[in-house]
Each structure stands twice: as C-alpha cells, then as structure tokens.
C-alpha cells in the first residue's frame, strides 16, 4: 500500500487555480477513443515541468511523448476494466473522500478565524455568570420562559434592586455560588457567587466566550444561549495573557471556627512584618507556610496557567514585577504572600498556530467554514426550501415510529418535496428515512423541537452530498486531481500485472534474458578485505605491528582480549573496482596494510587487503535483482510497442503549436 501511495505521488499531483476553468475544450490529443483536452495536458505540463543542468524547460515534444506512453498503459488498463474492480474502486473513494475535504469549506473563513483566535489570545479575562439551566432539547415555549426570567433578574440588577453577586447567589442554577455545608463543626466552603475567575480562549463554551470578549469591563450581557442554559455574563477585569508563570507563596488556612477576631489575617500580617524587616521570604515559608507541599522548597509552587489558579493570585501577579513580594491577600482557602518568580510569554503566532488548528477541530467554530460554504452553495445552486411539506413529515415521527417492528416503506407515499438544489428534489419520505436511520430506542422528550435540528442538519448534509457529487463539473483542478489519482493507480495495477510481478514470476523469460545479456553482468576486479574496528583505541598500534608482523586475526585477537571488553571488531568485506567505497582509494596489494584516518586525521581503522580477484562473470544469482530491474524495462519496451501498435494516436499539431507558443 505504501509503495503504491508513494508511486502515485511521484506522478506529481496537480493543484490548479480554477481560472482555468473549462478555457477551453480543445482536443490536444486521441488515443483510441480517449481525448486529451488541451488545458488538463498544459496544466499537467506546468506542474511536472523540470527545469534541466543548463537551466531550460523540459522540450514540450519529449513531454508529450512521455505523456503518450503513460496514457497508452492507462487506456489499456481501461479496456481490461481494471477500474471496475472492487478493491480499486473501494481505495479510490478512500482517496476521494479526503481530497474533497478542502472543497467543502471556504478555507478564507477558517484562516480568518484561525487568526482571530489567537488576537483573542492576547488578553485574560475574569468574568461572573448566573445560569438558569435548560435542556438542549427543550422546547421552544420552555426556552421562552428561560429567557425571559433571565431578561428579568437582568433588568432588577441594571436597576439596583440586586447587585450581580447577590443575584447570582439568589438565582444562578449552578450550585458553586452558593455556600457549601461542610459537615460537623467545620465552616461552610464560601461560595464563588457567580465568579468564574480568569479564562482565554477554548476555556468556555464557544457561545460564553464570544459574548465575554464582547463586554466591557462592568457591563452585563443580555441572555446568552448555550448548550448548558442561559447566562448573564458579568465582565469584571481583562489583563494581558501569559502563557504559564511561576510563584512562591506562604500561606496561612483559614481558622478551623469562624469568629470575630480573624486569626489567620493576623498571623498572616505578622509574618509580612518580618519580611518587611529584611527576613528572608523563603526561611519564613519553611517556617510558618501551612502549605506543606511547598514550604520545603521556599514557598515554590509549579507553573500554572490562568485559568488553573484562583483568581486573587492572577489578579495579584498581574499587577506585579518579577521577584516582587505582594501585601497579604485574602482567598477562599485561607491568606497568602506572593512573591512573583517567572513568566512563560504567550508565544508567536507561528508557535501556536498548529496548536489553535488543533483545538478548532473540537470546538463548534471550526463548522464556520462550512456553514459559509453551505450558504455559497445554497446560492449558487438556487436552494428553495417548502416549509409546509417539512412540517407535515415532522408530524408522522410518533411513538409508533420507535416501534422496533415499525416499517419505514409505510411511509413512502409522503413524496411532497421539503427541499430542492439545483434541480434536484428531496422528499419528505427522503427527510423521514434520515431521521429513522438515527432514531433511539424510546422516543425522546420534545421530540419535535429535536427533529427540527435534524431537519436543518439533514439540509446542511444534502447541500454538502450535492457539491461533492459535482464537483468535478464545478472544479476543475478537482477534475485534474482526481483524473490523476485514478490514472495513478491504474497505471500501478496495470504496470504490475504487465511488468512488475511478470519479471519477478516469470522463470524461464527471466534465465533467457540473462544468458542472451550475460556480458552485461560482470564483476570487475574485486578484494577481500578485513577491516579493524577500535573499541579501544589504545590497541591500535599493538594491532598494526602484530598485523605488519603477518600474524592472524585469530592470534590478534586471542592476544587482545581482555576479561570484560574486546577491544576491536573484525569486518570481512569484498569491494569492486570504481565502487564508491572509503577502502576503495587504496592501492590494491595483497597482504598490504593501511591506515584509515577519522575527520580530525587521528588514526581511527586498520584495512588489511585479504585476496585480489581478476573480472569475471557474475552468476545469476548474484546479480538476480539487477536482471530483474532490466528485464522489467525491456518487458516495458516491448509492451510500448503492442501498445502503439494496438491504439491509434492522434496528436493536433494546431493545438500543439500554440502551446509551444504558450511556452516561449
């Protein structure tokens, strides 16, 4: 599979602007009854043209005839119906389904969201919500209600009749504004009261984060939808982002009884005291911290983001100078003093625009590109919607539709259109068979408000469905790519079956094309050589003298070995004559000894020529792959020649004048 995707690359696939565009229909070239237009050669020309050693185009003639002889062997894959095969027509469709990708968005709109993702990055945000809880299938006169009480505790705020802390704590349906009963003797866990602390972008709900870096700071937002409920959304501080900072802290918990007299503010404020009288920030972490975890190492905490941090601490540190020790400040979990130790900027665009692509593909704003794309082909293919119709179907999804007997043919006469594209019609009985297709097994809640999104998904898809099934009428460098990957892979199938496989599999051709070409594989002058590897360089001039001295490699290495390593490796190896080999530039004496030098010119191997072998004949078997290669090449030839002999070409010599005209 591998080597036919590489094989298919190698062809060059072509990416063409659709300026293009069916310019023209002229005929360039006929193989048989298979027509070559002018633009598909001149664009395929255009994309594998090579510029040679002397800096000129590939001559337009040659390119034609290496075009003439790639199409001769697709044509006759063709008429050995090699593209009706199932397997190949499966691994088009594969191949298909992700070049069409591209095309089924409006790429403009994800870049341009891309990038004001990452303007959005720039700032933190700390922001306070109240939720009034709704499902995401409620129906529409429940959602109503929702909005509406939330319109209200709004307005009751923007009149001071509440403050928004206090609204979130009498209202919000999410269950951290209030207070929390800890149990036993211990003091209530105090509630956030609507605060969320900071967060960037991908930190919320794509509906809460678009409204919040909306608001100015101080303002309240109108109900805002998402798939949780309604919010109203407070912003209460902005502050340029980071990417992670580092701090130390020394922390006081909070007294195990509430009482009058503070008693964690008070030890808290005794300890910045001594700071103030010069101590050391770290000694009194050790000390006095009653965080444990970091009290050792001087109070030090890991990197934290800021939306993994309480938000006394990012509002702190972002009014703070590396190294700079805060006053004490108050937190749910007790009191602290900060000292600011490190900041991770936010990096480039280029660091992080991988990463944003990345978190875009599970986000709901990744869909902007091909809800634009959508409403283009709505346009463009003159959609027209029949409301009425759609409603009628929507009527006939009841509880006897989730029986699991309930036949979806009974439905089949509803066949009024709910849509069309183009000149395309989709029926009710089309729209009933998506919904089956998904149903559940119980009918679900406000099942008509759920099949209404349905129905707007079933359109969205169609729309998508009827691009892609045109595509190549609409695209022309679509044509031109999917033209090559179809050819690409039946020229692999066709140059296996006709070439490849034969040269390997057929025996006896095989013998006969090399006893007929046996002056061709030769062995030119050829040595044995042993080559001495150092593991320990120290032996090198014990082994060179032992080696001038003729003794043998079993008596060099008997006397060199040593209880725990073998000093040196011996590598026996046959090199030819004008073989690229770092052995190869000595001069050729049987019994010489020579000295190969690293790159610094220390002496690194030793290279003992062994034995010298005159030319000679090589054997088959030891030269069957090159036999093999050159056979293929000369079945290839031979199968060229049936080719042009079989197929009629006809070149139009006007047509290819004014390319070369085009190519001047």
Excluded at 70 to 92: G, I, M, P
Excluded at 265 to 291: M, P, T, V
Excluded at 585 to 601: C, I, P, Q, R, S
């Amino acid at each position: 599979m591998l080597k036919k995707w590489l094989f298919i690359l190698g062809l060059g696939i072509v990416t063409i602007s659709t300026n293009y565009a069916q310019n023209s229909e002229k005929i360039l070239l006929q193989i048989g009854n298979e027509k070559v237009e002018t633009e598909e050669f001149w664009a395929i020309y255009q994309k594998n043209n090579k510029i040679n050693i002397e800096g000129k185009k590939t001559d337009l003639d040659e390119y034609l005839d290496l075009f003439i002889k790639f199409k001769l062997k697709v044509k006759e894959a063709k008429d050995a119906h090699l593209d009706t095969n199932a397997a190949f027509v499966k691994e088009l469709n594969g191949y298909r389904q992700q070049l069409v990708k591209p095309y089924l968005v409006i790429e403009e709109i994800n870049e341009q969201t891309v990038k004001e993702v990452y303007a959005r990055m720039q700032n933190t945000v700390r922001a306070s919500h109240i939720l009034l809880r709704l499902g995401e299938n409620a129906t529409p006169a429940d959602t109503l209600v929702a909005y509406q009480k939330a319109n209200k505790i709004r307005e009751e705020i923007l009149g001071g009749k509440y403050s928004f802390t206090d609204a979130a704590v009498l209202f919000s349906e999410d269950p951290s504004a209030r207070d929390m009963d800890m149990g036993a003797d211990r003091p209530k866990r105090p509630g956030n009261k609507g605060d969320l602390g900071y967060f960037g972008a991908f930190d919320m709900v794509y509906p809460f984060e678009e409204a919040v870096f909306h608001l100015k700071i101080g303002e309240i937002s109108h109900p805002v939808q998402t798939r949780f409920g309604y919010h109203l959304i407070l912003l209460t501080d902005k502050i340029p982002a980071f990417s992670q900072a580092r701090a130390a802290h020394i922390f006081i918990q909070n007294a195990a009884s509430e009482s009058a007299i503070d008693s964690s503010k008070i030890k808290i404020e005794e300890i910045y005291a001594l700071i103030q009288q010069g101590q050391s920030f770290e000694d009194l972490a050790l000390r006095y911290s009653d965080d444990k975890g970091s009290s050792e190492k001087g109070g030090e905490l890991p990197w934290f983001s800021a939306n993994r941090m309480v938000p006394e601490f990012i509002e702190a540190i972002s009014k703070m100078q590396i190294g700079e020790i805060s006053k004490p400040l108050k937190t749910s979990f007790g009191w602290h003093i900060l000292k600011y130790l490190e900041l991770k900027p936010l990096g480039s665009f280029e660091t992080l625009e991988k990463d944003i692509n990345e978190k875009l593909k599970r986000d709901v704003r990744s869909a902007k590109g091909e809800q634009a794309k959508i409403a283009q082909i709505k346009l463009e293919e003159n959609f027209q919607e029949f409301p009425e119709a759609a409603t009628e179907a929507l009527k006939a999804i009841n509880s006897d539709f989730y029986n699991k007997d309930f036949d979806i043919q009974s439905l089949k006469n509803l066949q009024k259109p709910v849509f069309k594209i183009r000149d395309q019609i989709y029926t009710q009985f089309d729209f009933l068979e998506f919904v089956f297709a998904r149903r559940t097994a119980t009918m679900p809640p406000n099942a008509q408000s759920l099949y209404q999104s349905s129905f707007n998904e079933y359109k969205d898809r169609a729309c998508l469905a009827f691009e892609e099934k045109h595509l190549e009428e609409k695209q022309f460098d679509f044509r031109l790519i999917m033209n090559e990957y179809r050819e690409g892979l039946l020229l692999f199938e066709v140059m296996d079956k006709k070439v490849w496989s034969k040269a390997s599999s057929d025996t006896l051709g095989l013998q006969d094309f090399f006893r007929q070409n046996q002056k061709k594989y030769q062995w030119k002058e050829r040595a044995e050589i042993s080559v001495f590897h150092f593991n320990d360089k120290s032996y090198f001039g014990k082994v060179k003298e032992m080696l001038l001295n003729k003794k043998t490699e079993e008596e060099i290495l008997q006397e060199v070995k040593t209880d725990s390593l073998m000093p040196i490796r011996i590598e026996t190896l046959k090199i030819e004559k004008g073989q690229n080999s770092p052995y190869g530039g000595f001069k050729w004496k049987k019994e010489a000894v020579y000295t190969l030098k690293d790159a610094n010119g220390k002496d690194d191997q030793i290279v003992v020529f062994r034995e010298l072998f005159k030319p000679e004949q090589k054997q088959f078997n030891q030269t069957r792959g090159l036999v093999i290669a050159d056979y293929q090449d000369f079945l290839e030839k031979q199968w060229l020649t049936d080719l042009r002999a079989k197929y009629e070409i006809v070149v139009n010599k006007e047509a290819l004048k004014e390319l070369k005209k085009r190519n001047n």
